[in-house]
């Protein structure tokens, strides 16, 4: 047995994709198991990019089994034209391929619609979602009446339930919402219908699947979607997503017992960045974040907004350690920060005369509330063509060595470029390299 989660340990958008294609040289399953497509992994093999929003990132890897679990929440229409696209780029999908739990759980047009209407219901306390319906569905799972993916086995079945959620989506966007946005039942069923017969082979138990894997001695990737700082629970409320991203979800999300993980990776860059609205105490403004925005290419994958950017955050990063219990740290975009002159590390809070040591609890605490900074030496060499640890300049030894020290988590690997090449070995632990041998 052996498997691996890979979690953001930050906002998202923390190069979760590229590690994981890169981890997969030797994997049989990359499982995604939460999130929809409100996710945006970048792919970039031989120079090529390819933007995935669902597919799981072993897609790419011919040998590689893709799971998306019970936990995800699944737009069809957004399936298909990517299976479509990633076809297009040469790679094979095909049921064995890949397989979508039965219990996974349908974002439909209505979602988008509430999703939509809602924020601007919000005004300026908005959460800057992405717009994708993904909050709407899984409300609609929680109060027990979403739409699932065994339902595309039997469409008949579920047609007259889609149609009284249209008929309440409706009144909840005009009464309530006051919106004029509207579904129409019939467009809406033709489309579900025609997908349903697509999809349908696709839909399995991959529960049993993933289970079964790891007792033959498969191994397996759960590939988190966002980042720690984003959980519904544990991350900034209220400007977080709707599902668990910390690494205990990929047991509930794919329906396998904690036991079965042995190993968390945490994927963080050499700063920070957050997209949407939401406290960010290391937030770099003026010049310096635009420089780094512009280097760091921090655009959505997604939605194409820019990304917030500031400095690295070891108290937040701490807390996704801590609530994932990650047990090693994956360090990206090193080669960003190259050419300024001195770096920041985050290393506590304060309040007035008040000490802070970790994120707190609601976004009026954030008022007032100042970064302290360790400052240490940058790197003024392009770093982006170096593949050796050895290579490296002696200053972003030292970096790295400071952040291994104020975590108290090893990195074991850091990356300096989008390819799978530019990933270097620091101190990879047992579990990983057995995973890769
Ligand atoms: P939602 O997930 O669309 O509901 O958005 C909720 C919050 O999570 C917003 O601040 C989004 O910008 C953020 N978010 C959602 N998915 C991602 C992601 O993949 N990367 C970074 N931020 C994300």
Known sequence: MSSIVIVGAQWGDEGKGKIVDVLTERADWVVRF??????????????????????????????????LGAGVVMNPTVLLSEIDRVRAAGAEINPGRLVIDRDA?????????????????????KIGTTGRGIGPAYEDRSQRSGIRCADLLTPHRMRERVRAHV????????????????????????????????????VGNGSRLIFDALRRGEKVIFEGAQGVLLDQVH????????????????????????????????????????????????EMLGELGDEVRQKGREFGTVTGRARRCGWFDVVAMKRAIRTSGIDSVILTKLDVLSGLPTLKLCTGYTRGDELVDDLPPSSEDYEGLEATYLEVPGWSE?????????????????????????LECPVSFISVGPGREATIPVAPPQVVREFLA
């Open 235 to 282: 991350g900034t409320y209220p400007f977080v997503t709707s599902s668990s991203t910390i690494a205990g979800s990929a047991t509930i999300g794919v329906g396998v017992g904690p036991k079965m993980i042995d190993s968390v990776l945490g994927i963080a860059k050499a700063y920070c960045t957050r997209v949407g609205e939401g406290p960010f105490p290391t």
């Open 34 to 67: 939460q999130g929809g497509n409100n996710a945006g992994h970048t792919i970039v093999v031989d120079g090529v990019k390819t933007a995935l929003s669902l597919l799981p990132s072993g897609i790419l890897r011919p040998h590689v089994k893709c799971l």
């Open 167 to 202: 008929e309440e989506k409706n009144k909840l966007l005009k009464y309530v919402l006051e919106s004029k946005a509207h579904v129409d039942f019939d467009q809406l069923w033709t489309q579900l219908e025609r997908e349903a017969e697509i999809l349908a082979p696709f």
């Open 105 to 125: 759980h349908l974002v439909l047009d209505y979602h988008i619609l509430v999703d939509k209407a809602r924020e601007l219901a919000r005004g300026a306390s």
């Open 382 to 406: 392009d770093i982006s063509s170096v593949r050796t640890w050895d290579a490296l300049p002696k200053t972003v030894h030292a970096f790295v060595e400071t952040l291994t020290n104020l």
